[in-house]
Every structure is written in C-alpha cells, then in structure tokens.
C-alpha cells in the first residue's frame, strides 16, 4: 500500500464513516449495499450450484454480475479499509499494423510499406484472436529486435545505394 498511497491513488480509512465523510458519500447508502453483498454471499456459500444468475467462469451465482467467490467477507461499515482510485484503461491493444517475419508493415493487400516497421502493441495478429497475460513483453522484445535489425539493414541499403550514386555523379543533394 506504501507505494500506491505515496503516490496518492491509495486511502487508507479507519471506517466507512471517514470516507463517507471525505467523498460526502451517505454511509447509510454504504451500509445497504455493504449488506446486500452480505445477503448474496450467504447465499452463494450455502447453494453455490443454484443461484438465478449465470457466473462468471462457468455455474450459476446470486449476484447479478456473476461473481460467485466472496473471499473478503462479510463487509461492515466498522472495518478498516484501504480505498484506490480505480479508472479504466487500455492495458493492451490486440489491434494494430499488419507486419511480416521481417516485422515490415504491410498494406491491406500484403505488400511492404518501405521503410515502415511496427512491434509491439503497434503490430496486430502476433497473438490472433487473444493472448496469455504477460505475453506482451514477449512481442515487444522479439519484434522489436527483429524491426531494429530490419530497419538497420534497410538504412545501410540505402546508404550503400546513395554513396553509389554519389561516387557516380546522380545522388540528390538531401536523400536521407
């Protein structure tokens, strides 16, 4: 917690009362819902197979969202807790540039867009139609190689051909 209050997304409060307090939130409001959990993860514990509601994961739940576990129970206003600001976010794109072995984008009809190069998050289809967590570090290191080296050798290509024409007398006066 150290780490996330030092960076202020992370609150610890004595009570539900204090934070009630902090965000002008009605703890009576608090206390209801805190409750209705309550309510439903009974239930949950004593008919885990029978609940109206399809869970998430597979079987069948009380709660209208599908959850079925309710380790951290039972909830009161009384207790102490730890508050984060939560937002959502984009943690990885599967989007992304078509590239091929050489990590050189493609256009829609599969030919290469010269001297474009795309990993990472940038480049779609690595991980077709989902990924493993942590797999994304994976793909930005491997293809980000593989572009580094094929835009290295794509320069030096061009370098080669440009001091050639140079030696001969045709290069333009600004190529790269």
Known sequence: CKHYKGRGIMKSFDNMAAFAKEYNVPLA?????????????????????????EAYGGGKSYDVWGKKFFTNGPM???DAFHVAIVTPVIHYCMGGMRINDDAESLRANGEVVKGLYSAGEAAGGIHGSNRLGGNSLLDCVVFGRVSGRSAARYLTEAN???IEAAKSGTAAAAKL
Do not use: L, S, W
């Open 29 to 53: 409001n608090i206390d209801k819902t805190f409750k209705e959990y309550n309510e439903i993860a009974e239930k949950q514990k004593k008919d885990p197979d029978n609940g109206p509601y």
């Open 76 to 78: 009161d206003v009384n």
């Open 160 to 162: 080669i051909k440009y």
